[in-house]
């Protein structure tokens, strides 16, 4: 197996195909300082900062063999200048000095960052990117202590609007083309392209055209310095001030990785997670300026009809007044499950269903036909058709619903989480003699004002629940910020999941602003189970979730644990039916 | 005197008979070229000859050490060798017209003068290759000599010396004009191929090198604008008459661009090898109105230049001038008097270098800009000595660290006559700042001290 020195420790490694000397050091957890190379995109070696000192075994011309010193240690040609890692593929016997061990190195990075800071400008006191900043970061550790550059750092325009949701600072661009080369080999736009020559250069779109590329946020975030800004989140807050939570995004069905970022307990950016299996390093940019509903229109604690109006009730008034409703039709409710809601929500659902022994619930598609393109986005605008089909719920028939409805047939409806006059399935007008339990995010929802008990429900940012996308991809989300109340689990699925690089459960930040007073709907449905006098108790998402696993064919192995950060690959439905 | 073969030693240089720019009337038109100068004989007898396969031609092009013009210096045959064999994918002659070194003015009379040539250069060069198209990347300020190229170009689709089918043989090969932007860095070689690309002109990588991995990713070979006039010199005298013009080890006529302070600056016609004094004395002129020789850049601007105490006994050959610690480049002397301010003169090409740099590379985007600041702060009498230090910090940090230019420093050192084919610029302006600084230290240390 060919194998590498780095710094004087040998490593191994398969090969089939060479990998290149920085991925490779990364890989073995050695860093290198870098900022053009990224993994996804083409490699063009035009930062300079990840050198290092190469050389490979000798061998003698003819023979082929290794030369030998006297000690008989295989001599090692050194290249005579530095090389940049990214650049040279690792290759059987190579013997390779980084910083750690090579003062020539060390040197030399410091000296190219001496450069790239030469006309950059110190804005990091106001710069978005600084606490995150590969540049900051790089320079503090290997970078000079002070600057001999005594001139005046070249100008360039401060705010130039890229296109609707990307504003650049040219002065902050170190020039890595990174941003480039994502819309010329990522997303295929071709919308940027380098302007100038020279220290004068930056990133520019064609005269007159917009960089409305719908990715055309992923170049903030490969950006390795300020310089491409979120126009909708610059200056809004700063790196440290948020925790940042591992989740998945629900405006559609692809079920991209992300992070949620949050401050007081509002959502304030989105920005993609890796995942190989999803989403690579990418995310739409609908994804991620669609965070606002998290924090806008939420409701303001459960609500009651009294005498005609809606008015604010206790969480115990509000399940008395859902039950009631459901006791009082019988088995004569439509249940309305959710592909917006959790898998774990819609089975207890299906369950309090069963338990009252009404029909199996269904659930209102949103699809917008033409709207997916093959990549990140999807026709369907829902995070969870898959989960909801897998658990048996079929569509609703918008005729049929209605003449069942006009013929007396439901006498009440239960929905989760959806909102059925806003998607044209109902007109507010004919809903005015049924009574409807509302479980809803916002208030912005249209079935609010005909509803009798309005429950509100926690989203995707405030829950534990399993969402399962198109390719049949079963994901855990994870709470980003807290609800009112307390509640044990979420309280230590939130600690779990933000042991990350900003921040600890324990954060001070964490306090009672801006707390919806909203519950998932595992904590809800089972009260109104409570109600009825009928039993949906668990033991917390997790373990309806390892239910699900067990007793629906369509999840098996869907555990949290299995599920982790990365999610699992459910069996296709088809794949199944041919097996059976 | 001639000697026995006909070709001209570099001791008998006064009695040089000019072949690349001879004084004949209008040689730049067709029918000149062909009545006057055995014009398309030298690729006529080649198609019509069946022993001249293209392998053939290869090799005595090979044979002749016919060293590239363009400043690397490599032998072109060899170069052309690199080519892959032909399979069905499209072959391409890129020819670097791109002339933009500063110092650098020779190619420019070959196209105003005697384009025909190059044209007939890049038939052969065409043929040895079994090359489909051949794009000349000109410079685009040259404007009045593209149009009258393209005048001429036209000429040759119309009487069948281009197109399908060339002189009625079975060879079929095109030449397409291409004129530059304006920009220093499509004068190197994958710069300008990224150009011709229709793309920005930032240099790619090596390797894969061109005859890999070139236009649009085919194979190609790139080569300068006299490089390929040479190849119908050879074609029509042979290889032994042209190696053996001029210096041995770099041989054949050459254009000598000679500039700054002489009496008579212009493109001189000689063989390699001559004595740079005799050059500058004997030939342009001597320096302007008597004065002192203070130094010499002997090859564009991104030569190492050279003190006077420096060039004795050097001639222009890339062995000697690289003894002397310069090199061959593009034979565009500069000639500066003693009364030149050298920290001034380094500002202008330090502005030149700072203006073209393309940005893409860190080193060399932030580190010629604020050389020239150093610069301009020391011209205009505000040095400090701790300057000079961060002169040469700056030069070292640069050196051998930027994209492009520490490949080429590389592969200078594994193979001393390395080509790329650039118009000068390939390789040079970095790398040689470093020694330009060295060369300059006390020059500049002197008008530091006078100015402080």
Redesign the interface.
């Known amino acids: 197996m060919p194998e590498i020195t780095v710094d004087g420790e040998t490593i191994t490694f398969e090969n089939e195909e060479e990998p290149k000397l920085l991925q490779f050091c990364l890989d073995q957890g050695v860093e290198l300082p870098h900022f053009c190379y990224h993994p996804a995109l083409s490699i063009p070696a035009n930062c300079r900062q990840c050198l290092v000192e190469v050389g490979t075994p000798a061998r003698d011309r003819e023979s082929g063999e290794l030369e030998r010193d006297e000690d008989g240690n295989v001599k090692i040609n050194w290249m005579p200048e530095l090389q940049t890692s990214c650049s040279i593929s690792a290759s059987d016997g190579m013997v390779v000095k980084t910083h750690r061990t090579s003062e020539k190195v060390r040197r030399g990075q410091k000296d190219n960052l001496e450069f790239l800071l030469a006309n950059h400008p110190l804005d990091c006191p106001i710069c978005d990117q600084a606490g995150h900043c590969p540049l900051q970061i790089q320079s503090y550790k290997y970078g000079p202590e002070g600057s001999r550059f005594e001139f005046r750092k070249i100008h360039k325009p401060k705010r130039v609007r890229l296109g609707p949701n990307v504003t650049l600072d040219a002065e902050r661009c170190i020039n890595c083309t990174r941003c480039t080369r994502f819309t010329e080999e990522i997303s295929g736009s071709d919308q940027l392209t380098i302007i100038e020559r020279g220290v004068r250069n930056y990133p520019l779109t064609a005269p007159g055209e917009e960089f409305d590329d719908p990715y055309s946020m992923n170049t903030i975030d490969i950006c390795p310095v300020g310089a491409l800004t979120s126009s909708d989140s610059r200056f809004q807050a700063r790196a440290w001030e948020m925790s940042r939570t591992p989740s998945i995004t629900t405006t559609n069905a692809k079920g991209s990785n992300c992070f949620y970022h949050v401050r007081d307990n509002l959502i304030m950016d989105v920005t993609p997670r890796p995942n190989d299996a999803v989403n690579k390093f990418w995310l739409a940019d609908e994804d991620r300026l669609d965070y606002k509903r998290f924090n806008n229109d939420r409701p303001e604690g459960p609500q009651v009809r009294r005498k005609g109006t809606l008015q604010s009730a206790s969480w115990e008034e509000v399940h008395e007044a859902a039950a009631d409703l459901v006791r009082e039709a019988g088995e004569k409710v439509l249940f309305l499950g959710s592909a917006r809601a959790t898998v774990e929500d819609n089975y207890l659902l299906k369950r309090l269903a069963d338990a009252v022994d009404a029909d199996a619930p269904r659930f209102i598609p949103h699809t917008e036909p033409g709207h997916g393109d093959g990549w990140l986005r999807t026709d369907d605008r829902t995070p969870n058709r898959q989960g909801v089909e897998r658990l048996g719920f079929r569509p609703v028939d918008e005729k049929m619903l209605r003449s069942q409805l006009d013929a007396g047939e439901y006498a009440a409806i239960y929905v989760l989480e959806d909102d059925p006059v806003a998607s044209g399935l109902f007109e507010a007008e004919d809903l005015k003699d049924v009574p409807i339990a509302l479980h809803h995010y916002n208030t912005t929802n249209e079935t609010l004002p005909v509803a009798n008990a309005a429950l509100p429900a926690a989203t995707v940012v405030e829950t534990v629940g399993t969402y399962v996308s198109e390719d049949g991809h079963a994901q855990r989300v994870r709470p980003a910020k807290e609800i009112k109340g307390t509640s044990r689990i979420l309280t230590q699925a939130m600690g779990a999941a933000r042991q990350d690089t900003h921040g600890t459960p324990f954060d001070k930040w964490h306090n009672d602003q801006n707390r919806v007073d909203c519950r998932p709907g595992w904590v809800s449905l089972p009260a109104v189970a409570e109600a009825l006098d009928r039993d949906l108790s668990h033991e917390g998402p997790k373990q309806v979730m390892g239910e699900v696993a067990g007793n629906v064919d369509a999840f098996d192995g869907a555990t949290y644990d299995a599920m982790g950060l990365a999610g699992v690959r459910l069996e296709a439905e088809s794949d199944r039916a041919t097996a059976a | 005197m001639p000697t026995e073969n006909g070709a001209t030693k570099v001791k008998d240089w006064r009695n040089y008979d000019r072949v690349l720019l001879p004084p004949i009337q209008d040689l730049h038109k067709l029918e000149v070229y062909e009545n006057e100068y055995e014009g398309y004989e030298a690729i006529r007898s080649i198609l019509g000859d069946s022993e001249q396969d293209p392998e053939a031609v290869t090799n005595e092009m090979k044979a002749a050490n016919v060293r590239g013009r363009g400043g690397a210096g490599f032998n072109a045959g060899l170069k052309w060798s690199f080519m892959p064999e032909p399979d069905d994918r499209p072959r391409y002659l890129a020819c670097n017209a791109d002339e933009s070194e500063p110092g650098t003015f020779k190619d420019r009379q070959l196209m105003e003068y005697n384009p025909h040539l190059l044209f007939e250069g890049i038939l052969i060069a065409n043929y040895a290759m079994q090359i489909d198209a051949c794009y000349i990347y000109t410079r685009g300020e040259y404007v009045d000599w593209i149009m009258e190229m393209q005048r001429e170009l036209d000429k040759l689709y119309d009487k069948g010396y281009l197109g399908e089918n060339i002189f009625g043989s079975d060879f079929s090969t095109e030449i397409i004009l291409h004129k530059g932007a304006g ?1 220093y ?1 499509c004068g190197e070689e994958t710069g300008m191929l990224e150009s011709l690309e229709g793309k ?1 002109g ?1 240099p790619r ?1 090596k390797p894969p090198f061109p005859a890999q991995n070139g236009l649009w990713g085919y194979p190609t070979t790139v080569n300068n604008v006299e490089t390929l006039a040479h190849a119908v010199l050879v074609m029509r005298h042979g290889a032994d008459w042209f190696s053996g013009i001029g210096a041995e080890s770099h041989p054949g006529p050459t254009l000598y661009g000679i500039s700054g302070h002489v009496e008579r600056p212009g493109v001189y016609e000689y063989p390699t090898g001559m004595l740079i004094t005799d050059l500058i004395d004997k030939v342009a002129g001597g320096v302007r109105g008597g004065k002192d020789l203070k130094a010499v850049v002997p090859g564009g601007a991104s030569t190492p230049p050279l003190r006077a105490d420096m060039i004795e006994g050097v001639t222009m050959d890339a062995e000697s001038l690289t003894e002397a610690g310069s090199l061959m480049g593009t034979a565009g002397i500069l000639v500066l008097d003693e009364d030149t301010d050298m920290v001034s003169w380094l500002r202008r090409v330090a502005h030149f270098f ?10 060399c ?6 050389i020239e ?1 150093v610069l301009a ?1 020391m011209d205009e009498g505000k040095g400090r000595i701790r300057d000079l230090d ?1 002169l040469l ?1 700056l030069s070292n ?1 640069i050196e ?4 492009h230019r ?1 490949r080429l ?2 592969r200078r ?1 594994a193979r001393p006559a390395g080509g790329s084919g650039g118009t000068g610029v390939s390789g040079r302006p970095i790398a040689s700042f470093s020694r330009r600084m060295f060369s300059l230290l006390s020059a500049i240390r002197q008008t530091v001290m006078r100015k402080t």
């Open positions: 920009a860095i920005r930032y990588t700072q203006h073209e740099s393309c940005g893409q590379c860190t080193p985007r932030e580190g010629t800009g604020w600041q702060r961060l910090d940090q051998g660290r930027a994209l520490g420093h590389r050192r």
